[in-house]
Every structure is written in structure tokens, then in C-alpha cells.
């Protein structure tokens, strides 16, 4: 089945350190690939996606690319800051032959704290 | 914008009791998810349903059930909780796009 695993946290950066929180995924079909965000009491929020091999997501300063030859998708930001500080779940959306049926596959999550 | 709200952002019940967890959007998507989050295990999915009266099982739906009368609700109820249900549920719902909508959450102690 599919599976997505990310970088064990947690993950302690000082501002305006680079980031970078791997991820990588198995899966059957052509998954849509995407980095959620869940800041403190709050739920979970789409930081960015990419749906196709060679496709860059980028949002607020981060990015990821797609990469299907090393079946990865690592969240990258080239200067951190405090109110970065959340928990990073990186998911796959296999949709296969059941378009319409999308489901979610999350890793276990990153949480990342930035120290000023 | 997508809003996603949940009945209850904090919720203590006792062993044995029947909970409810209400979740409703109100962007007249077809998809609805019933997610748990836990330490160390990220995002489980519980049900998902994609129309009315449709409902799926996820990856986790021992003890748990769903119930989806109408496109913008989408209702999962413990029949019996458990100590072991201790847990945060997340709702989301996504449209024609693959993206999902969270609502903010109902951490559920069950004592």
C-alpha cells in the first residue's frame, strides 16, 4: 500500500538557519504530493503541493520538489523564522483508478522550533 | 475561503459513553474525512464519505462510526468510548481539487 516517511523530529533551527525536512513515498499510482502545516492549537493547513514528476511547490518561502526518480519530496526554506515554528506533515494523494475516491497518506509529522 | 468548524475544540467523557463529534463545511464539498492524530503516528483516517448517506472506512474504524444525513455535515460518533479514543480527531473536507480543508480540531479525553 502506500506510504509516506519523513524526517523524524523534533527539529530544532536558529533564525534564518536553512531548513530542510526529507520526505519520501511509496506508492501504486501517480500521486499528488503535499506539505501541510499545523501551527499550535490549530488544525492542519496545505503549505504547498506538487501533482506531477519535476513539479515544484512553493508557498511562504518554502518549496518542495517532486522528484519520482528518488521518489521524494523534501521541504525546503532557505531562511527560517520563529513563526515557522509548527508541526510539517508531508501526504501523497494516490487517486489510481478511483478518481473521485482521493485519501490522504500522511507521515508521522516534523515538529520544527526556532529559537531566535 | 474553505471553513471547516467542529462542535468542539475540547471534549472530557467517561468510559462507556456515547460521543459525538459534529463537523460541518460550507463550501458544498462532496468529500468529508474523519481523521484521529496521535503522538508519533501523524494522521489516521477514521471514515470518509463522498455524498450524502455515503460512507467509507478508513485505515482505523474499529469502534468508531459515521453518519452523513446531510452534503455539509459530516458526524462520527463513538458508541462506547474507550480510554483508548483519548485522542485529537480532525475533519476535513476537499472538493474537486485533491486538497483538503481542516477544521481546527476536538482534542477528546475519555476518563
Known amino acids: 500500500g502506500d506510504s509516506v516517511t519523513q524526517m523524524e523530529g523534533p527539529v530544532t533551527l536558529s533564525e534564518e538557519a536553512f531548513l530542510t525536512i526529507n520526505c519520501t513515498y511509496t506508492a501504486t499510482g501517480y500521486p499528488s504530493l503535499f506539505w501541510y502545516v499545523q501551527y499550535p492549537g490549530e488544525g492542519l493547513q496545505l503549505l504547498l503541493k506538487?501533482?506531477?514528476?519535476?513539479d515544484k511547490g512553493s508557498n511562504k518561502g518554502f518549496e518542495a520538489t517532486y522528484r519520482k526518480e528518488t521518489t521524494s519530496f523534501h521541504l525546503e526554506k532557505g531562511s527560517v523564522q520563529v513563526s515557522d515554528s509548527a508541526v510539517y506533515f508531508c501526504?501523497?494523494?494516490?487517486?489510481?483508478?478511483?478518481?473521485?475516491?482521493?485519501?490522504?497518506?500522511f507521515g508521522t509529522g516534523t515538529r520544527l522550533t526556532i529559537i531566535p | 475561503d474553505v471553513k471547516v468548524t467542529q462542535s468542539s475544540r475540547y471534549l472530557v467523557k467517561r468510559t462507556g459513553e456515547k460521543v459525538f463529534l459534529e463537523c460541518v463545511q460550507d463550501m458544498d464539498h462532496e468529500n468529508m474525512f474523519w481523521y484521529r492524530q496521535d503522538p508519533g503516528l501523524g494522521l489516521r483516517l477514521i471514515y470518509f464519505?463522498?455524498?450524502?448517506?455515503?460512507?467509507e472506512k478508513g485505515d482505523i474504524p474499529e469502534g468508531y462510526s459515521v453518519s452523513r444525513e446531510k452534503k455539509e455535515r459530516f458526524s462520527l460518533i463513538l458508541e462506547s468510548a474507550s480510554t483508548n479514543q483519548t485522542s485529537m480527531y480532525l475533519c476535513?473536507?476537499?472538493?474537486?481539487?485533491?486538497?483538503?480543508?481542516f477544521g481546527p480540531g476536538t482534542r477528546l479525553t475519555v476518563l
Open positions: 476535513a473536507s476537499m472538493g474537486s481539487t485533491d486538497t483538503q480543508y
Open positions: 464519505s463522498y455524498d450524502v448517506k455515503m460512507k
Open positions: 506538487a501533482t506531477k514528476a519535476d
Open positions: 501526504a501523497l494523494s494516490d487517486r489510481g483508478s478511483n478518481f473521485g475516491n482521493e485519501k490522504l497518506t
